[in-house]
């Protein structure tokens, strides 16, 4: 055959393949949508599954949406957020389900809780399944806000312990009591909108212990890490159907010395989070780590950022990958426009580095499983904008580069271009689908 007629004949498999799995992918994901069945989201090695499909998550954070479902008056900003996400592609949304004392407080104190504000939760998730978006559910918070691990030590003093640091969360066995207590009250509640109990729910992709933990009074990390596997037990005690993530930033710690110039600084090994040590724990499923190059670099946006991206996003990939053996999330990755030199146009760059690093594992089957950007708003929510906020709505360009993205990993969720890709990577040939998601 001469040269060209077999370059020619290539190009016409390619496009016939192509084809073939447009059609495929349509009616794939057409019956999937109609499907009364609801699937719950699985691990199989270092991938996510719904049945035997591949589950990849192009997501996002919104914490507030418990709070906004209280009140019949902002109740509708929650379903605005799904509707969005969904219309742009996203599949998965990381939110609080904690808000211990204070204002609105889910927990009013340990055990205690307001039915209203539980019911909002009941609201949200419920409404998260309309929008066939899953939820990635945070127990309880390392910082201040919504009280955190410095409110259950506050109750523990007012109940006479003798506590002197917040960290005392992890080591002391009341407080752990009291912690264990709300991870029971979450998962056995039964949803007064559907009637299902949390822990049976596949809307819920999983269950995360907490929301960025750090045990600064013991840096060498053993605290957090009996933490972990005593609470990691305890959930899959009670639920042995959810996946369960840690919610670590991913700093690596003194178990892997050789990783420890991955991390954005030298303060990074010393919070007492162990990334490798602490996904080790029996019971963990996925790991996680987040990205947050101005927070942790340089408050003043440069090229810097994006080279971080890259370099720790594929450490932590081939960790997941070769040394762990389970899929990772990327469970925030944003940064602020109160950056100095901050533009929307870098701000796409950033996210769009991220989609790409991400890409470059899911085309080789690989541990990257995917990111949730911090964090999407609706309109009318200014007031709540932490910096990060990103309004589809008013950010055209920036919701074409997350839709492109959704787009690209539904492609990879269906079973022809699973089978599509790797065909073609077994004859040699280029992949199906390139970056710009055309042949």
């Not at 919104?62 to 969904?86: G, N």
Request: aromatic share 14%.
């Amino acid at each position: 055959m001469a040269i060209k007629e077999k370059q020619l004949f290539q190009t016409m498999f390619l496009l016939a393949t192509f084809i073939v799995c447009v059609i495929e992918i349509s009616n794939a994901q057409i019956q999937r949508v109609s499907d009364d069945e609801w699937e719950m989201v699985e691990k199989k090695g270092n991938q996510f599954i719904i049945g035997d499909w591949p589950f990849y998550v192009n997501g996002f954070n919104t914490y507030w949406l418990m709070i906004f479902a209280v009140d019949p008056s902002t109740r509708a900003k929650v379903t605005d957020v799904f509707q969005q996400a969904s219309s742009a592609g996203l599949t998965v949304c990381r939110t609080w389900a904690f808000n211990d004392g204070g204002w609105r407080a889910l927990q009013k104190s340990p055990s205690s809780y307001d039915e209203q504000v539980f019911q909002g939760l009941d609201f949200v998730i419920n409404e998260a399944k309309k929008y066939k978006i899953r939820l990635i559910l945070s127990l309880v918070n390392n910082w201040e806000a919504y009280g955190g691990k410095s409110q259950y030590v506050r109750w523990g003093k007012q109940a006479g312990l003798n506590l002197t640091s917040e960290d005392d969360f992890f080591s002391d066995p009341i407080i752990k009591g009291y912690y264990k207590a709300h991870v029971k009250n979450i998962l056995t509640r039964v949803n007064t909108y559907n009637n299902v109990t949390y822990k049976d729910d596949p809307t819920i992709f999983a269950w995360e212990l907490m929301n960025e933990p750090r045990c600064l009074a013991d840096p060498s990390g053993d605290i957090l890490q009996a933490w972990i596997e005593e609470m990691a037990y305890h959930v899959k005690f009670i639920d042995r159907k959810h996946l369960l993530g840690i919610g670590v930033e991913g700093f690596y710690g003194s178990s892997t010395q050789e990783r420890l110039l991955t991390n954005p600084n030298t303060y990074a090994s010393k919070v007492g989070t162990d990334f490798i040590r602490n996904h080790l724990a029996l019971g963990i499923d996925f790991a996680s780590a987040h990205i947050y190059p101005d927070s942790w670099l340089s408050s003043t946006v440069s090229d810097s950022y994006l080279q971080f991206v890259e370099s720790w996003m594929e450490a932590h990939i081939e960790d997941a990958e070769k040394v762990l053996g389970m899929p990772i999330v990327f469970g925030e990755f944003g940064i602020s426009s109160k950056d100095l030199k901050f533009n929307l146009t870098f701000r796409d760059e950033f996210i769009d580095r991220v989609y790409k690093t991400m890409l470059n594992s899911t085309r080789k089957g690989g541990s990257g499983g995917g990111s949730l950007i911090w964090q999407l708003f609706p309109e009318g929510t200014d007031y709540m904008d932490d910096g990060y906020a990103v309004v589809l709505s008013k950010s055209p360009k920036t919701c074409d580069i997350v839709s492109l993205q959704s787009w690209r990993l539904q492609n990879f969720n269906s079973r022809c271009s699973w089978r599509c890709h790797w065909g073609c990577r077994k004859r040699g040939h280029q992949d199906v689908f390139d970056y710009n998601g055309e042949l």
